[in-house]
Structures are given as C-alpha cells and as structure tokens.
C-alpha cells in the first residue's frame, strides 16, 4: 500500500504527498495575493492557481481564510528565521550582527516583489482581519528587541555617552520600514546598493566609531 512505503527519513509515501500539496497550496494562495490582492484570492482563484480541488484545500486548511492566514504565518517564519540566525550567531560582533540584519533585510530572498506585495497586501487588510498583525507588524517585539540588544552593546561598545539605544533601534526600525515601502512602489528601479550605503550611512551617524 501507498503509506507503507517509506522515504529515507522514515515518512510515508502518503504524508510526503500531503505535504507537497499543503506546500503547494500555500506557495499557490500567495502568488494569488500578488496578482490578485487578499479580496480578489478566491477559492476559484487559488484552484486555477494550485490546479488542486476545492476539497484539498478543505482537507490541508479547512476554510480559505485559514489558508492566507497560514500564507501569512509562513512568510512570517520565512523572514523571522533569517535574522534569528544572525542575532542567535555568538560568533559575530555588533557591527556585525547589524550589518547582518541590514542584508537579510535587503536580500532577494526576503525583499521580492511577490513578497513585499503580499505583506502590504495582509496589513490592507488588518483593520477586518487583526489577526494578520502577529505576521505583518514592523514593530514585532522580538525583532525589535533583536535592534535595541544590538544598539545596546554598539553604545556599551563604543562608550557613546550620548547613545540612546531605544531611539536608535526606532530610527533602524523605521529606515527599514521605508525602504520596503520605497521597494514595493518602485521595485523597477530600486538600488539595493544604494539602500545598503543609505543604511550604513545612518548607521555611521548613530555609531560613528563603529561605521
């Protein structure tokens, strides 16, 4: 039978081929969302999309409102696990880590058009939807305690006497927050050289002895 058949990391045949077409379905529902916006991404749509049925979308997610929800978490933990790697990384400075987080920020593989359209796309819609927040919010309390430990120890570092690692982490916080709204208007001709240097340059205003 089909789910007696095991793959090397001992899953069956039968739950390989569920999670192939749950990973299918959400990669499906958010190509919806770029090209078509939360409201236009209907059953139908997603359907066309995945080339899947109805049913499975019922079977993986149940309703279509738990499948953007679930597109959102999984962007979400996509972005997230990038710069948890750079913050959790004990091998590497301040600067280091901030310079980090400034190319997780910048790189193709977080900032996309698919990707930045569908984050503007999610927070459209919060006021109906508050529970897309959790997934959307620049002010995420792990990330932005990530910004203020780094500024922290750059200030502690640096003995920048005038340092105020709370208001430096805001003006990151904020550059950033920026620059993917200037991406996701512009992304025809957005530089992400010139972003990296805007970037580094308010850096280098924030912690002169370290950029």
């Not at 990669?27 to 059953?43: L, M, Q, Y």
């Amino acid at each position: 039978m089909i789910d007696e058949v095991q793959t090397k990391d001992g899953q069956n045949a039968r739950e390989l081929g569920k999670s192939k077409n749950r990973r299918h379905l959400l990669e499906s529902a958010a190509n919806a969302i770029h090209k078509f916006g939360v409201r236009g991404t209907t059953i139908a749509v997603i359907q066309q999309e995945s080339g899947l049925s109805r049913g499975m979308i019922n079977l993986h997610f149940g309703t279509k409102e738990n499948l953007l929800l679930a597109v959102a978490e999984d962007l979400a933990g996509h972005y997230s696990a990038r710069w948890h790697r750079v913050a959790q990384d004990e091998s590497l400075s301040p600067k280091e880590k901030l310079e980090g987080v400034i190319r997780v920020e910048l790189s193709h593989d977080v900032l996309n058009e698919r990707d930045a359209s569908i984050w503007f796309a999610l927070r459209s819609e919060v006021v109906s939807r508050p529970e897309y927040r959790a997934y959307i919010d620049s002010r995420d309390a792990n990330f932005c305690n990530m910004i203020v430990e780094i500024c922290e120890a750059l200030v502690d570092e640096g003995g920048y006497s005038n340092g105020d690692p709370q208001l430096s982490a805001n003006a990151l916080i904020a550059l950033f927050e920026g620059i993917w709204t200037d991406f996701h208007l512009h992304s025809d001709r957005f530089d992400r050289k010139n972003a990296e240097q805007t970037c580094l340059y308010v850096a280098g205003r924030l912690f002169p002895k370290h950029f």
